[in-house]
């Protein structure tokens, strides 16, 4: 039975089932993550389990603190630069694995990297805190299917599979957080997220390296297989005049034929909070296929093209 949590008297509980080596969903600013203790092994192993994720998949390491986080990577130059600026914030950055930090090999797929996270939302602070060390916690949906940004989400589908759901209400920036990888010579982005690229660029004061790489074999951090991000139904993108029995998603003005449109007035940023909660509202209606209108290429909307075009992509 998965448990639905609220509140203090919830937050006690879900500190208190990860120190037993459950898995808790928790929620933050992004979307819903399915937590668990880095150092405990088995329950590190209960998340591939739980998702069905392929193991040679890393996972993102939650900490309360740039503090803590220094604990677990090595975070200098670049990387110090981006987490001073954007630490609390949708923004994980993958660094070289301090020999001694004690995760689960499994955490990081066996690379002498991992990939970190100070997470803003109160909630998920207060959790990290209370529970005094990092979770390991990917998206808390099965892999590849759409991301949850309520607990609603999540429980629809994975209750029975995880000990708990700590409900912290709607994700407010709805997409997963921007990966940069400074682990090599000059900072490479990974995925498109919540924070957009030419904030990160302002403050390098340098262009990032913006080819987010696929690996359907040997990601170096979460977010990188082809396909991704998916509902049930098939999707095609760019599409202006829908077929016949398709069911359509808008974005901006000018589609009064749509079933849902991410943001009317053609706000980027509603747009992303709304992006996987009008998925899977359009994934339960009658019709044969997802078309999604054009999304422009700029801000946080390299994010939601991202997710967009891996939900798209052919499914083995």
């Known amino acids: 039975m998965t ?10 509980r879900a500190v ?11 929620p933050t600013e ?17 998340i591939f389990e739980a998702k069905g994720r392929p193991r040679f998949n890393p996972l993102i390491c939650h900490l309360a603190s740039l503090e803590a986080a220094d604990q677990v990577g090595v975070i200098e130059g670049a990387a110090r630069r ?8 949708p923004l994980t950055l993958v660094v070289p694995l301090r020999a001694e930090a004690g ?15 100070v997470p ?16 390991a916690a990917p998206s808390a949906n099965p892999s590849g299917k759409i991301s949850p940004s309520t607990a609603a989400h999540v429980a629809q589908a994975l209750t029975g599979r995880i000990a708990a759901v700590l409900d912290g209400g709607p994700a407010e920036v709805g997409v997963e957080s921007t990966i940069v990888e400074c682990s090599g010579d000059a900072p490479r982005l990974l995925r498109p997220g919540g924070l957009p690229v030419e904030a990160l ?31 049930g139904k098939p999707v095609r993108l760019n599409v202006t005049e829908p077929p016949e029995g398709a069911i359509f998603l808008a974005f901006g003005p000018g589609y009064p034929q749509a079933d849902a449109n991410l943001s009317q007035a053609g706000d980027l940023r509603e747009a992303a909070a709304n992006l996987f909660a009008m998925l899977h509202r359009l994934d339960a209606l009658p019709g044969e296929e997802i078309c999604v209108a054009p999304i422009p290429q700029q801000g946080l909307g390299l994010a939601i093209n991202d997710r967009l075009t891996r939900a798209a992509a052919p499914r083995g």
């Open 3 to 12: 448990e639905r949590l609220e509140g203090e008297t919830g937050l006690a």
């Open 16 to 26: 208190e089932l990860l120190r037993a080596g459950e898995l808790v969903a928790i």
């Open 30 to 46: 992004t979307v819903y993550g399915l937590a668990a203790d880095v150092t405990n092994g088995e329950a590190v192993a209960g």
């Open 82 to 89: 981006l987490a001073q600026a954007f630490w609390p914030g």
């Open 103 to 117: 995760l689960s090999p499994l955490v990081t797929a066996g690379l002498d990297s991992v990939a970190l996270r």
């Open 120 to 135: 803003a939302l109160p909630l998920a602070h207060a959790l990290l805190e209370a529970f005094g060390g990092p979770v």
């Open 201 to 231: 660029e302002a403050a390098l004061g340098a262009p990032l390296n913006r080819t987010a790489p696929v690996n359907d074999t040997e990601p170096s951090a979460p977010g990188q297989l082809s396909s991704h991000y998916a509902p």
